[in-house]
């Protein structure tokens, strides 16, 4: 036997990430829920800015973010830690929460990070199942065992874009024992227009054990990779410990500042992201295509079978339409997952899968 270093248990045993695939040269990029607009100008012009200091350390603790954070979002900037993502935030609070013997809950078709950064920190997941590609939270519940120290809730969901509305997560957290952290992921928030649905902001400034994680680059910023998260004092304080000193670099800081105050442009954002995804929604709805409803910047097409949406995948990565099957990833092999982006590719989209739908 060669003696060498060996990872942590279970370690070898995570399956790695797999992002969306980008495709050929001039390939329109459909795969990976990037912002269909591109990013603020002014967040631009402050990341341009920043250029002029690139010598310089950030601020350790991304002040100038978590001011602009709580100036916006109407939050105390001492309850916000930003990160390197909001993946860095998730890795954080699994680091922080979650070891050897415990168990973390998810949906079952819930974000692929979550498995990663549980077993990552030695815990078990569990998978709650799903009604309609909806988290159930009658199910989560039924999933905590006494070792469950975290529940990982995207709301929006990624990759079926369903929700639960604000009453259904307050009945998740009411369920919930107060030494179990509630993690309400909400990646794709600026993008939902259900009258039910909230962030939960209020339930985070209520309780002990809930924080919300959001991030930057479904919005523009995808690129510079910064994510926030809003906790309780406690919560914030274990996070801080164990977060790198600079984890969110000088640049990113900056166009993110830029960003949040440009609540135009997240409005126009959000404007764009609902026709175009209400547009794609009802083109494609049909007796060979059902389109699940959605609440973020992509929807998720249900093919007949996985040979039918292997078909899909193929007829638009022909026509330079790169989109994402989540068979592999995500356990849904008859469906592909689609971006909202610009109008033609939309259009493209829905004339090509209509015309494979008229001859199978």
Not at 40 to 55: F, G, N, W
Not at 241 to 259: E, T, Y
Not at 289 to 298: D, G, I, K
């Amino acid at each position: 036997m060669v003696l060498r270093p060996t990872p942590q248990p279970g370690i070898l045993h995570i399956a790695p990430y797999v992002p969306g695939k980008s495709g050929a040269t001039g390939a329109i990029k459909l795969s990976s829920n990037e912002s269909p607009l591109g990013a603020s100008p002014k967040a631009i012009e402050a990341y341009r800015a920043a250029a002029e200091h690139l010598e310089i350390y950030p601020e350790g603790s991304s002040r100038i973010l978590r001011e602009a954070l709580g100036e916006v979002h109407g939050v105390d900037p001492e309850r916000i830690v930003c990160g390197n993502g909001s993946d860095d935030i998730l890795h954080l609070l699994a680091q922080t929460y979650l070891g050897d013997g415990d168990d973390a809950v998810m949906s079952r078709y819930g974000f692929s990070i979550y498995p990663i950064v549980t077993q990552a920190a030695g815990a078990r997941i569990l998978m709650a199942e799903e009604t309609d590609y909806t988290a159930d939270v009658d199910a989560i519940l039924a999933s905590v065992t006494e070792r469950t120290k975290i529940i990982w809730l995207a709301n929006p969901n990624n990759p079926t874009g369903t929700y639960l509305s604000i009453a259904e997560v307050r009945r998740l957290h009411a369920g919930l024992r107060p030494d179990i952290l509630l993690v309400i992921d909400c990646a794709y928030a600026e993008y939902a227009t259900a009258d039910d649905y909230s962030v939960g902001l209020d339930l985070v400034a209520e309780a002990e054990n809930v924080v919300m994680v959001r991030t930057f680059s479904k919005m523009g910023l995808a690129a510079v990779r910064i994510g926030w998260m809003v906790g309780p004092e406690h919560v914030v304080d274990a996070l801080n410990r164990i977060r790198g000193p600079f984890n969110v670099n000088l640049p990113a800081q900056l166009a993110g500042a830029a960003a949040t105050r440009d609540v135009a442009f997240t409005e126009k954002l959000k404007t764009y992201n609902a026709q175009w995804r209400d547009w794609l929604t009802a083109e494609l709805n049909s007796n060979y295509m059902q389109v699940m409803p959605s609440q973020a910047n992509f929807v998720m097409v249900l093919f007949p079978d996985a040979h039918h949406a292997s078909a899909a995948f193929a007829a638009l990565l022909e026509r330079g339409l790169v989109v994402r099957e989540i068979g592999n990833s995500y356990g849904i092999a008859n469906a592909l997952r689609i971006s909202i982006g610009p109008e033609q590719a939309m259009r493209g989209v829905g004339g090509i899968l209509n015309a494979l739908a008229e001859i199978s």
